[in-house]
């Protein structure tokens, strides 16, 4: 499995923007770059995915940059509730039953003060 | 909107003793999933399911079995706990359609300490 690199934490102030670097030097083309983050005392939820385009959705937008060998996850305005763990995963498109398994990392520790 | 839903949420076991959790899935998924969690660690694999009937291990599937005998339901059995296997568990469900586009859905965990 391709690896991925994030800090380990990072800290945001209430309402302001927070990108959420990753790296993925040795990403394949057939890829997806899955985001998952993980509340306090709670199981990890999606938040967003995408292969070659940046993505939007009601959660976060997602920066992929031209070679693909890094992300950014964008929360536009982070609020309290936010401050969780987040991953970046990287699952192959292809496989012989389509099932692919995550691959946890130890993510980032986002900090959100108010 | 129950979702994935893990029974129970906390138990403390003594080591030796054998238990089974309980994870179930409203979502009509064909996939399912066990994960461990350790402290200060991201999850780990046990075993996983590809459909009813079906399972396969997967990264950490030493002291733990696991069957799928309905499509909803997917169980988790320790036979002889030991301290080591104290830790988080989370079942997780996804659908078959889109395949490694499809995302994965978690339950909020079950706590299990073995003394």
């Known amino acids: 499995d391709a690896k991925t690199t994030q800090p380990n934490s990072m800290e945001s102030n209430e309402e302001e923007p927070v990108h959420l670097p990753c790296n993925h030097s040795?990403?394949?083309?057939?890829?997806?770059i899955h985001w998952y983050r993980q509340l306090p005392s709670q199981g990890p939820e999606y938040v967003i995915h995408?292969?070659?385009s940046n993505v939007n959705n009601r959660m976060a937008s997602l920066a992929i940059a031209e070679d693909r060998k890094s992300s950014t996850l964008i929360l536009h305005r982070a609020t309290l509730r936010d401050a969780a763990v987040y991953y970046c995963?990287?699952?192959?498109?292809?496989?012989?039953?389509?099932?692919?398994?995550?691959?946890f990392g130890t993510g980032t520790r986002l900090l959100v003060s108010p | 909107n129950a979702g994935v839903t893990q029974t129970p949420k906390f138990r403390v076991l003594k080591t030796g003793q054998s238990m089974t959790l309980l994870c179930a899935q409203d979502?009509?998924?064909?996939?399912m999933y066990w994960y461990r969690q350790d402290p200060g660690m991201g999850l780990r694999l046990i075993h996983y399911?590809?459909?009813?009937?079906?399972?396969a291990k997967g990264e950490v599937p030493d002291g733990y079995n696991v069957s799928r005998l309905k499509k909803q339901n997917f169980l988790l059995g320790l036979e002889s706990a030991a301290p080591s296997q104290t830790s988080v568990y989370f079942c997780?469900?996804?659908?078959?359609?889109?395949?490694?586009?499809?995302?994965?859905?978690f339950g909020d965990g079950t706590r299990l300490s073995i003394l």
């Open positions: 997780a469900s996804s659908s078959l359609s889109g395949g490694s586009d499809q995302p994965q859905h």
């Open positions: 040795t990403i394949s083309g057939t890829d997806y």
């Open positions: 995408g292969l070659t």
């Open positions: 995963i990287l699952r192959d498109r292809l496989g012989n039953t389509g099932f692919q398994k995550l691959v």
């Open positions: 979502m009509n998924h064909e996939y």
């Open positions: 399911s590809v459909g009813e009937g079906t399972t």
